[in-house]
């Protein structure tokens, strides 16, 4: 199976998206996290970052999508 051109750049951009994610959430336990736990602010920057990441991965299928379309 050869992979075309359209499909490495879904692949790469995609793969951006998620290490920004996980970028996000190391930063996140290593500003909130603690001995004890995550503190409830800590949580509401995951939920944040969650949020964020969907919003990101549906602009992102948008926008390769009118890509295409060119």
Known sequence: ???DEEMRR????????VGLFL??????GVVFGSAGGLSSSG?????G???GFVLLMA????????LKDD
């Open 43 to 47: 949580a509401l920057a995951l939920v």
């Open 49 to 51: 970052a969650l949020a």
């Open 23 to 28: 970028a996000a959430l190391i930063g996140i």
């Open 1 to 3: 199976m050869e992979i």
């Open 10 to 17: 879904q692949t790469v951009v995609s793969l951006i998206a």
């Open 59 to 66: 602009v992102i299928g948008i926008v390769l999508i009118r």
